[in-house]
């Protein structure tokens, strides 16, 4: 009997409960009292659904919501509207499927009419063009023809009866009202740039050279800094529209790091081609006799005029690193890359090299840049070894006596630092070795033995772990080279095998 007072106690705590929401009269609500109106509520909301009642409800509802939706359109310019309509997306997300498509084709059916027959301020006619175009790919094709024969009559109003600014009017405010602030925006400027790449298409000359203008300095370069994020994408569809549109005036400001990309990308256009290396080899060419000439005057260099080769130097920098770590971008930069560092290796010159210790330690200062930009470029895409080995070596059959001997300095830092990719790509060089083995010899071709040779020697004195297959490597073609036997490339002492250097210097010996 002492037992039931504890029990009523017991069941007296679970009626009331701990507190776990407040209704409206500000009377707390207990875990089980909600976990009992859920259940009443889940089940007075199947049975209106078997009835239909729920389905009638909402629709009547959402039609005197988006009624009300459309009077404000006139008041605020679709201010409300289009608040309304990105709050409408993100929720209908959480529904099942069924009424997730059903929501989603009815903010579609509204997004459309408002854009569609009302005047819309540009501010917010970008927010809900944005919206609208993520829910129409969310849509199947069955969805969206509907909404297109709905639409196709509607869309054709605003030019007929002037009820709103005409599809040129519309841009050009979109463009002054807020693309051109937005690209100074740098959150917002990566997806602007987009916008803007696909607008090119539809201005006439004046206008796309002001916008092209404004994007190429919404992407200014500092010095030290990492490339910028979601760049590529922007400069990859420039390209498209560059080659797709022939009125199409892109430019290049070596300051700006969309503008500078975009530059070495139209060089993969052959229209463009050798008008963009022309005047790229004439802007670096400039940029470095500036900076030559300047050195005699301090103030000069340490001004923001004298800045601009450091930028551009830093821009080459970052392009390497890009070619390196987005396939994108060595797909679209990586040949126009190479192609304008040859045309700067053949820019003439009466500046003498020098040599000490069998490398080169000073020469024609653009040489010497576009020489450092093209090891970078081969040491960070090894795969392609082989071609820009051929390529490097070519360089030195046709260019003059001094180019040849950067070129050979060129290849000699490429074997000293990629030497397990060398050897990996043995028979591509396989082929070169015989090439230039059994070619007459001349100064080319003692060049780039040399070179070649000295690198592997370089390699193998560090004694690091492929000093083994350097050394197999070399004795293997010793034969083939009369004045470099295998005897007098490596020595004995104590068992132990040394490389010694075929030549002490880089040259000896010329013939003509």
Excluded at 460 to 484: I, N, Y
Aim: hydrophobic share 40%; aromatic share 8%; charged share 25%.
């Amino acid at each position: 009997m002492q037992d039931r007072p504890s029990q009523r106690s017991s069941s007296s705590q679970l009626s009331t409960g701990t507190p776990f929401g407040t209704q409206n009269s500000g009377n707390k609500v207990t875990i089980d009292t909600f976990v009992h109106k859920f259940i009443e509520h889940g089940k007075e909301l199947e049975s209106k659904r078997k009835s239909g009642q729920e389905e009638t409800f909402v629709a009547d509802i959402k039609g005197r919501v988006f009624n009300f939706l459309r009077s404000t359109v006139r008041k605020d310019k679709a201010a409300k509207l289009t608040d309304f309509y990105s709050s409408w997306c993100q929720l209908t997300s959480l529904l099942d499927e069924e009424d997730r498509v059903s929501c989603r084709v009815a903010g579609l059916r509204l997004a459309l009419e408002v854009l569609s027959i009302n005047p819309v301020i540009c501010l917010y006619v970008s927010t809900l063009y944005d919206e609208a175009v993520k829910q129409i790919q969310l849509c199947d094709s069955g969805q969206i023809l509907p909404l297109l024969e709905t639409h196709s009559g509607t869309l054709a109003v605003p030019s007929l009866s002037n009820r709103c600014l005409s599809m040129d009017d519309m841009i050009e405010k979109y463009l002054d009202e807020r693309a051109l602030e937005d690209l100074l925006d740098v959150e917002q400027r990566s997806t602007t740039t987009s916008k803007c790449v696909y607008l090119l298409r539809v201005l006439d000359n004046k206008r796309l050279s002001r916008v092209l203008r404004e994007m190429i300095l919404a992407w200014p370069k500092k010095r030290g800094v990492a490339p910028a994020v979601g760049l590529m994408s922007c400069v990859h569809e420039m390209v498209k529209v560059a080659r797709d549109y022939p009125n199409s005036e892109p430019g290049m400001v070596m300051c700006s790091e969309f503008g500078f990309l975009l530059a070495f990308a139209l060089c993969s256009i052959d229209r463009y081609k050798t008008s963009t290396v022309l005047e790229l080899t004439k802007a670096f060419q400039k940029l470095w006799t500036f900076r030559e000439n300047i050195h005699e005057f301090g103030w000069i260099e340490n001004s923001s005029l004298g800045e601009v080769v450091d930028i551009a130097e830093d821009q080459v920098t970052c392009l390497v690193k890009r070619l390196g770590e987005d396939v994108e971008a060595h797909d679209l930069l990586s040949d126009p890359t190479v192609l304008l560092m040859q045309s700067l290796l053949k820019l003439p010159s009466t500046v003498e090299i020098t040599i000490v210790d069998g490398r080169v330690a000073d020469g024609y200062p653009i040489w010497l840049f576009a020489s450092k930009v093209l090891v970078k470029l081969v040491i960070s895409r090894r795969k392609e070894l082989g071609t820009h080995l051929a390529l490097i070596i070519e360089l030195v059959a046709t260019s003059s006596t001094s180019v040849s001997f950067i070129c050979v300095d060129m290849l000699v830092d490429i074997v000293r630092q990629c030497t397990l990719d060398v050897l990996n790509n043995w028979r591509e060089l396989e082929t070169l070795f015989k090439n230039i083995c059994y070619i007459r010899r001349d100064i080319s071709v003692s060049l780039v033995r040399t070179a070649v040779y000295l690198g592997f020697a370089e390699e193998g004195k560090r004694k690091s772990p492929m000093a083994g297959q350097c050394l197999d490597f070399l004795v293997s073609h010793a034969a083939t080279t009369p004045e470099w036997k295998a005897e007098t490339m490596c020595m004995t002492d104590g068992g132990v095998v040394t490389l010694v250097e075929p030549l002490p210097h880089l040259v000896q010996v010329r013939d003509f």
